[in-house]
């Protein structure tokens, strides 16, 4: 296993702890609910097409996760997941 998938796993691991611990705290920060819209669910979505099992898994546990915590944060309206939601309806 490669030094840079090791770091990955880990970071992924420290992230998925912290988010355990202290998730529901985090929502009361503006500063954590910006960097989750902006940055850290593209970064999951980018390691979720990662091809080592333990990185998808520990990817998906985040999201799962995520979307636990922190529904309302989550809900973006992209146009083509929209055409996706009214074809399904």
Not at 50 to 61: E, I, M
Not at 64 to 69: E, Q
Not at 71 to 78: D, E, F, I, Q, S
């Amino acid at each position: 296993m490669s030094q840079l998938l090791r770091s990955k796993i880990l970071s992924l691991q420290l992230l998925l702890h912290l988010l355990r611990e202290s998730a529901r705290l985090f929502q009361s920060s503006d500063m954590f609910v910006t960097a989750l819209k902006k940055h850290l669910v593209l970064s999951l979505c980018t390691n979720a097409l990662y091809a080592h099992p333990q990185v998808l898994d520990l990817t998906l546990r985040i999201f799962m996760l995520l979307l636990t915590v922190f529904p309302a944060y989550l809900k973006v309206r992209h146009p083509r997941l929209w055409a996706v939601e009214v074809w399904q309806g």
